[in-house]
């Protein structure tokens, strides 16, 4: 049993950057869906187009917030101060305003034109979001200094 933890924590180590986003990935899935569904479940319609687009964008905001305090903390172990934290901030969030733009797309598409089930498109949406907002975190808004 030993062995077999020492060779995930190799592993673990080599890929932690990636095994993190995609642990605090499926956790911003959890919150986006969670919310998701309490506020059409509870406050709004799963039945009126326009429901659906506030829910989706409300999922968002909280999903968004939780993700950049994991993501900079956790994932891209982020140290920058001042002036870069906050264009840190706008990169992450015109990044994410960028996917949500996909995701409503998308759940326009399948849910409201198609009359496919809200909550299976908003699952799938999901997985697009997170491999988008991966390749920007890593290569844009994380992105670490080279030292010369």
Known sequence: MKKYYELALKYYKKYDEIINYLIFGV???????????IFTNTFLSSKSAL???IANVLSWIIAVTFAYLTNRKYVFKSKAQGSKRIKEI???????????IVEMLFMYVTVTVLSYN????????????????????KLIIFKKEENH
């Open 27 to 37: 956790l911003t899935t959890v919150v986006t869906i969670i919310t998701y569904a």
């Open 51 to 53: 429901d659906i687009q």
């Open 90 to 100: 706008i990169n992450f969030f015109l990044a994410r305003i960028s996917s949500l």
């Open 118 to 137: 809200d909550f299976i498109c908003k699952i799938i949406a999901q997985a697009i979001v997170i491999i988008f907002n991966y390749v920007c975190s």
